[in-house]
């Protein structure tokens, strides 16, 4: 007990420190384009997904206090370049071809509840969806890509 006391969790935390030289950036790049002014979805659509989606999928992302400590930080910034990568909310398409593909993908993800991540509601319990939340999204994206796709076709 004694020996590790003196030896490995000094050593357990010099490694953690320097584990710290290694945190990845944590950026918010300026908005383009706000999914919420651009296709202005109804005021309880847009909150749900504020709380839900916008932390992985824009540029407005509230980094908590683990997202400064090493290892989590790599986790967390990954997922949310990741995410970035495959939505963009802050940088919503002005064609109405490819804002109707990005709500039937928001629509598809909801479907098969692939999104928000489990691992991102276990903590954020407020972007854990009801049922009627999600149907709301569904029904509201289902309806506008159609009406997108429609005015896209005259
Ligand atoms: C914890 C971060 C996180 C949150 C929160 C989150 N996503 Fe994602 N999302 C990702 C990542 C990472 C990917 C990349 C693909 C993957 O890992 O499944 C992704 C992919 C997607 C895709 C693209 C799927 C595809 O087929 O390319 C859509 C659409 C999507 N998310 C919608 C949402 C919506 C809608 C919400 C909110 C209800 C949400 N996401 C919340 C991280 C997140």
């Known amino acids: 007990m004694k020996k590790l006391l003196k030896w490995v969790l000094p050593g357990a935390f010099a490694v953690f420190a320097s584990l710290q030289l290694f945190n990845p950036p944590r950026t918010n790049p300026p908005v383009k384009n706000d999914f919420v002014t651009a296709a202005h979805p109804p005021g309880d659509v847009a ?17 908590p206090w683990y997202a400064h400590v090493a290892p989590v930080s790599w986790f967390i910034v990954s ?36 999104m928000p991540l489990k691992r991102y509601t276990l903590i954020h319990a407020d972007a854990r969806l009801t049922e009627a939340q999600r149907k709301k999204i569904m029904d509201w994206t289902d ?5 997108l796709r429609g005015a896209a076709k005259k």
């Not at 909150?47 to 992302?61: F, L, R």
């Not at 309806?143 to 009406?147: D, G, L, S």
């Open 79 to 114: 997922d949310v370049k990741n995410g970035r990568e495959h939505l963009e909310l802050s940088d919503w398409p002005a064609d109405p071809r490819r804002a109707a593909r990005q709500l039937e993908r928001i629509n598809e993800a909801l479907d098969y509840r692939e």
């Open 47 to 63: 909150a749900v997904i504020h709380a839900a989606c916008y932390d992985c999928h824009s540029y407005e992302t509230k980094w």
């Open 143 to 147: 309806a506008t890509a159609a009406k």
